[in-house]
């Protein structure tokens, strides 16, 4: 069977799913991030591609933040279409992916050609379902890993009791 790959699109709307939020984002680095999917030459090892393409979309962070997210997202269902699964708990997602990244577990460890979902085979239109059960697998890890980098705190009360946000860019830093 052919590998199957998401493509530039998917990666925008899973983005978009994390966090919440219409992101800008470095198109070269989505590309490239997206393209760490593919083989040189015939594609047949979908376990190395898939930890290819989970290290590419961190390290090239192609996006303003929700990048971790996108990539946990992303290659649980790049190996769900292509008939494998991450076996990783959504409590655990966060941590499995931090020893992943730095290198104190194998990725390989992790994924499975045993599967217990709905999904029985995907095929090419149900890439989109098979990125909405993803989503409904890693709850908490994609709403955590999805978070801007910074969560302001209200400060002080501001114009017509509206509360003030600090955080870059706030106006008091033009104020002196």
Avoid: C
């Avoid at 990783?88 to 499995?96: F, G, Y």
């Avoid at 709905?118 to 890890?141: C, K, Q, Y």
């Amino acid at each position: 069977m052919p590998v199957r790959y998401l493509t530039t699109q998917d990666l925008l709307w899973i983005n978009l799913q994390v966090t919440r939020k219409v992101l800008e984002f470095q198109w070269t680095e989505l590309e490239e991030a997206a393209n760490a999917q593919y083989a040189l030459g015939p594609s047949g090892d979908v376990v190395a591609q898939a930890e290819r393409f989970l290290k590419a979309m961190v390290r090239k962070a192609p996006f303003q933040y929700g990048n971790e997210a996108t990539a946990l997202i992303g290659v649980a269902a790049f190996l769900r279409i292509n008939d494998l699964q991450l076996n990783v708990a959504d409590a655990d997602a966060q941590d499995w992916l931090g020893r992943v990244l730095g290198g104190s577990e194998p990725f390989a460890g992790r994924v499975a050609t045993e599967f217990h979902d709905e999904i029985e085979h995907v095929d090419e239109r149900a890439v989109h379902d098979v990125i909405v059960h993803t989503l409904r697998r890693f709850p908490a890890s994609s709403a955590e890993l999805g978070k801007p980098p910074f969560s302001p705190e209200p400060v002080a009360a501001g114009f017509a009791g509206q509360e003030i946000w600090t955080g870059p860019g706030d106006v008091r830093d033009y104020l002196g």
